[in-house]
């Protein structure tokens, strides 16, 4: 899928015709196997109910470094091991982990946020969340603040676990 920026709603819409498509068709998205961690996860009964999120990880990186490696689709696919095409736009569309999450770049400031209009294509159409990414500089380092807001109750544990498995931990080896 290539992406431009007279990035149409028909585009948008027959991008996400073909990533089901490819879903329906089977475990094997762009020639690799869906990893065990990408699959749903049982909530617990104390987060059923959660639909937000805030995490903080420290990165020893600094902002700017962070920032091209959350929205540049080379860099992400490197560290997360998954094909990724980002517009790095304000309205720019994603395309992430093989076409397992989609959306678009609703707000970016330079270094220091990134807001996404994000979901995974299990959702339910037209079931949207807000990840928000503030990046801090701390002397050499960078805290990453992450919220994440308005996903469907039950979704909380599996989103806490993927934010650590599929962004962080690979993340911080990408960096060192």
Do not use: C
């Not at 992406?3 to 329906?24: D, E, H, P, Y």
């Not at 990893?35 to 987060?47: D, R």
């Amino acid at each position: 899928m290539k992406l431009n920026k007279s990035f149409t709603r028909r585009q948008a819409i027959s991008g996400m015709a073909v990533v089901l498509g490819s879903l329906a068709a089977g475990s094997k998205v762009f020639g690799q196997t869906e990893p065990a961690a990408m699959k749903e996860m049982p909530g617990t009964a104390a987060n059923q109910m959660r639909t937000s999120l805030h995490q903080e990880i420290v990165l020893r990186a600094n902002p700017p470094r962070i920032y091209k490696a959350l929205l540049e689709a080379k860099q992400f696919a490197t560290f997360t091991g998954s094909p990724a095409e980002i517009d790095p736009k304000e309205g720019g569309f994603f395309f992430m982990f093989g076409g397992r999450i989609v959306g678009r770049n609703v707000e970016l400031v330079p270094d220091q946020r990134i807001v996404q209009a994000w979901r995974p294509t299990h959702w339910n159409p037209g079931i949207y969340s807000i990840v928000k990414f503030e990046l801090k500089p701390q002397d050499s380092e960078t805290l990453l603040i992450l919220d994440h807001t308005g996903f469907p109750e039950g979704e909380f544990d599996h989103l806490a676990y993927g934010w650590k498995f599929h962004y962080y931990e690979p993340l911080k080896k990408f960096l060192t």
